[in-house]
């Protein structure tokens, strides 16, 4: 399908979203072309590579953190926010045919520069302050849901937050909605995984979040959802580049009772 085909026909989808979408997606307009821009990603200790031709697989969790001279090309989407730009149309099909099964799929949330990544981070450790959690826990348990500034996969335009049009709290409730269901089976198919599940906080370090999903590419996607296990898991089992650092030192505070975050205002359908 060629490019003005492409844009006429998503158009069409975007223009009826708009309409029974909630205001916070109603930033949402007609899709354009990305626009590519080279922007250089945080300046930190370098992560385990497995070379220029698998980007796709590039590892950033709490103890593997962006590479040090790290660079992307951006593609921009209706609504300013961006991503890789080698994942936008993989991610433009996932999401395309996601509406074509009547649903609303709205991207909340992608790339994010180092010092959007540290205000986000400085705001939860404030707020875990606040709800009480000891002093020698507030980090750790800050980190559990919002990245420290350089593990974040956000930084690497490959990762997205994705939430329904009707429901946009960032809560486990998220998972019940259509939009999740459809997309936690057939994300696969487009290159991208759900990179934070419930059952495999141990390894990630993460909380479970079931709307924040990462390209890994369609092949990688494929046994991942096929053998059920998590990106640490499939890069141990591909190489030794991926050594997991115990996950205990991320996961040891308890949970704190109204994490659930809002997604932003002027979230988009891409």
């Not at 307009?29 to 922007?39: D, G, N, S």
């Not at 849901?145 to 486990?172: C, M």
Request: charged share 25%; proline share 6%.
């Amino acid at each position: 399908m060629n490019i003005r085909k492409k844009i006429l026909t998503r158009c069409g989808a975007l223009l009826t979203a708009v309409l029974v979408l909630a205001p916070t997606a109603l930033a949402a307009e007609a899709e354009i072309p990305y626009i590519p821009q080279t922007v250089p990603a945080a300046q930190l200790a370098p992560a385990d590579q497995r070379g220029q031709e698998d980007w796709q697989l590039l590892l950033v969790n709490p103890w593997h953190t962006v590479p040090e001279g790290y660079e992307i090309k951006l593609a921009t989407l209706s609504n300013g926010l961006q991503v890789d730009e080698r994942i936008y149309d993989d991610l433009d099909d996932m999401l395309s045919d996601c509406r074509e099964a009547d649903l609303n799929p709205i991207v909340c949330s992608a790339y994010r520069t180092e010092a959007t990544q540290t205000r986000l981070y400085r705001n939860k450790v404030a707020r875990v302050r606040a709800s009480g959690v000891p002093e020698d826990r507030v980090e750790a348990e800050a980190a559990r849901w919002v990245a420290k500034p350089g593990t974040s996969e956000h930084q690497t335009g490959l990762a997205l937050d994705i939430v329904a049009a009707g429901y946009q709290i960032l809560d486990e409730e998220q998972e019940d909605t259509a939009e999740q269901k459809w997309l936690m089976e057939n994300s696969w198919k487009y290159g991208f995984i759900l990179r934070y599940p419930s059952e495999k906080s141990d390894i990630t370090g993460i909380g479970y979040e079931p709307w924040h999903y990462r390209y890994v590419g369609k092949a990688a996607a494929a046994d991942i959802y096929r053998t059920g296990v998590c990106l640490e898991e499939y890069l141990s089992q591909e190489g030794p580049e991926a050594e997991l650092a115990p996950a205990q030192t991320i996961w040891q505070a308890a949970p704190v009772s109204g994490s659930m975050e809002t997604a932003p205002q002027g979230a988009a359908a891409i």
